[in-house]
């Protein structure tokens, strides 16, 4: 069963970088065909996707916050993960990793979800 | 950007009542919307997809619609569990925008 496993300083001070990393189960990053996906919700707010990578490295990036932020995967470990760089108070959110639907697909509903990891950006 | 607009933000209803919620794009989007429930600290839950495609294992109470630029999510008759947020996501292109969700609360 596929799992997905969010981790993570749970608190960063204004101006630095925030670094998570999700952690996948139950299939294997380098022989899926599936990209995967970082989405966040600022507290008591709406989602947002961040970004998606497919095994190759290769990325999508949300217009919004593409210049402070980088998605990567490492197959070795079988995890993807998540730096978003001179943060502010606008960053603290859960962030999430996730999963579309359809193999290939680089956009689409997301069916597979980690549970979530809370980052509070203060100092 | 496309963006997403549901309506209501809240919505009070009773258990058993039918209830529509509607998603408005800001151009085309064809079939590529999705709906999803959340319920206070867990993850989104898929439960309608391509618009009006009912995901394994969501009951069949839940009823997707629309196509274009206009979506309704209607659930047939209210379950104590169906009181959560639901968001509308859009992905006819990479950015995947969500809906700014709508509230369910027990009237």
């Known amino acids: 069963q596929l799992q997905l496993q969010e981790s993570g300083p749970g608190l960063v001070k204004p101006s630095e970088t925030l670094s998570l990393t999700c952690t996948v189960s139950?299939?294997?990053?380098?022989?899926?065909?599936?990209?995967w996906a970082w989405i966040r919700q600022p507290p008591g707010k709406g989602l947002e996707w961040i970004g998606t990578?497919?095994?190759?490295?290769?990325?999508f990036y949300n217009p919004s916050l593409k210049s402070r932020v980088t998605i990567s995967v490492d197959t070795s470990k079988n995890q993807l993960s998540l730096k978003v760089y001179s943060v502010t108070a606008t960053d603290t959110a859960v962030y999430y990793c996730?999963?579309?639907?359809?193999?290939?697909?680089?956009?689409?509903?997301?069916?597979?979800w980690g549970q979530g990891t809370t980052v509070t950006v203060s100092s | 950007d496309i963006q997403m607009t549901q309506s209501p933000s809240t919505l009070s209803a009773s258990v058993g009542d039918r209830v529509t919620i509607t998603c408005r794009a800001s151009?085309?989007?064809?079939?590529?919307l999705a709906w999803y429930q959340q319920k206070p600290g867990k993850a989104p839950k898929l439960l309608i997809y391509?618009?009006?495609s009912l995901e394994n294992g969501v009951p069949s109470r839940f009823s997707g619609s629309g196509s274009g630029t206009e979506f309704t999510l209607t659930i047939s008759s209210l379950q104590p569990d169906d009181f959560a947020t639901y968001y509308c996501?859009?992905?006819?292109?990479?950015?995947?925008?969500f809906g700014q969700g709508t509230k369910l609360e027990i009237k």
């Open positions: 996730a999963r579309p639907t359809v193999a290939g697909s680089a956009y689409d509903a997301f069916d597979i």
């Open positions: 139950g299939d294997s990053i380098s022989s899926s065909s599936y990209y």
């Open positions: 990578i497919y095994s190759s490295g290769s990325t």
């Open positions: 151009q085309s989007i064809s079939i590529w």
């Open positions: 391509k618009a009006s």
């Open positions: 996501q859009q992905y006819n292109s990479y950015s995947g925008t």
